[in-house]
């Protein structure tokens, strides 16, 4: 695997760094990874792709592994792109699309991200991880971490779903309820590293997680035979989702793949219970004030201070899109509406985004013909204690009144 990769650079000053040893952050934000598009054009066009693997690991030329004994998997990718019709009909839109990452073997988008991650620390022969988590991403980083080896430990806030925290010790991880928030969490790790020589994988803080998260774009833009939709929502925590995504569309442009110069809006989606990206967006502000007392059902979207906050406003307001934030009341109706109406199990946080749509759409700001994708990043079945549901008790001991059951 030729390996294209040229430096680290910070994302907050340009600074350029060697991708020679294992970094996390420059000046305490995070780091992009770069590479030589111009050789990667010159080596590699789309119709190879035809004959790889469908996996993320099918993108090697824009990825920064490039020894095959180091990639961790658990055959990760690619997920559908499904049609649903009925929802759009009731939202208002004609042509919607779900990417369904919680086909991920995690059962979450975070499998990408952990999945490159923990490769990386292979390749930098790293084998002690640890990691602040609202739930997916500590699963995801317990089941890659079994797999290379490694030792895990995943702190999280105490309220998280209780399949998070099942999913974390089952794999083996030290797991740990912390009484506090994601930030708290990070701050643990944070202040471990040299007492227990942890590697820390929080969003962000290491550069590679993000290089997984966008395959996500790479895919969407192969199984769109190249052409971008007009418009990408996504629930955002800690971002790395969106900004992978606009990276990945940055560099097919470059490398000239991509039919056509235009790139999505790309709407940023956080509850009104924790919506630091949304106000920023509101304010005009390059970086996100932190949010007071942050509360969602939405545990991915529980993210109070986000290290790329920047980052995710950057791309938003590249893109020519927006940040909005839902109400939390109405989450859990409309995860059961959407699911319902297309058989897709949709999180929470995928919740935000069909409100967000239908609220955009209502609004004029989403045209009717449009091509919209939303992004469902994880599981229904992680959600269980939080969604709404109808369900009837038959007493088998009595005839069944079948006229009762319409």
Not at 388 to 395: F, G, L, S
Request: with cysteine; charged share 20%.
């Amino acid at each position: 695997m030729k390996n294209y990769v040229t430096h680290l650079e910070s994302a907050i000053d340009g600074t350029v760094l060697s991708s020679d040893c294992a970094r996390t952050t420059h000046a305490g934000r995070p780091l992009w990874v770069r590479y030589d598009l111009a050789a990667v054009a010159r080596d590699c066009h789309p119709g190879m792709l035809r004959d790889r693997a469908p996996t993320m690991w099918r993108y090697r030329e824009l990825l920064p592994i490039s020894d095959p004994s180091h990639i961790v998997t658990l055959g990760e990718g690619m997920t559908p792109l499904l049609p649903t019709p009925r929802l759009g009909d009731a939202l208002g839109l004609s042509d919607l699309w779900i990417k369904d990452e919680s086909q991920m073997p995690t059962g979450s988008f975070k499998a990408r991200g952990m999945a490159m991650a923990v490769s990386m620390a292979r390749r930098f022969e790293l084998s002690r991880f640890a990691a602040p988590t609202a739930g997916n991403a500590g699963g995801a980083l317990a089941a890659y971490g079994a797999r290379a080896g490694a030792v895990v430990f995943v702190f999280m806030p105490d309220d998280t779903p209780v399949i998070n925290q099942v999913e974390c010790a089952l794999a083996g991880a030290k797991t740990f309820l912390v009484n506090g928030l994601i930030t708290d969490c990070g701050r643990i790790v944070r202040e471990g590293i040299d007492a227990m020589e942890w590697f820390d994988f929080s969003t962000l803080k290491e550069p590679y997680r993000l290089e997984g998260k966008k395959t996500m774009g790479l895919e969407l833009a192969e199984q769109l035979d190249w052409a971008l939709p007009d418009v990408i929502l996504y629930p955002t925590g800690g971002g790395t989702g969106l900004i992978g995504m606009w990276k990945a569309f940055a560099e097919l442009a470059e490398l000239g793949w991509l039919r056509t110069d235009r790139r999505p809006r790309m709407v940023s989606v956080q509850s009104d219970g924790c919506a630091p990206i949304a106000r920023a967006f509101d304010q005009g502000a390059r970086f996100a004030a932190p949010w007071e007392n942050a509360a969602t059902c939405a545990s991915g979207l529980r993210v109070p201070a986000a290290v790329g906050d920047f980052m995710i406003l950057d791309a938003v307001r590249e893109s020519g899109g927006c940040a909005v934030a839902v109400p939390e009341a109405e989450l859990t109706r409309a995860m059961q509406r959407a699911t319902a109406l297309e058989g897709v199990p949709v999180c929470p946080e995928t919740a935000a985004c069909i409100l967000a749509a239908e609220r955009l759409a209502a609004d004029g700001w989403l045209k009717s013909d449009e091509r919209v994708v939303i992004f469902n990043t994880g599981a229904a079945q992680k959600y269980g204690d939080i969604a709404a549901v109808d369900t009837r008790t038959i007493d088998v001991r009595t005839p069944v009144d079948y006229a009762s059951l319409a």
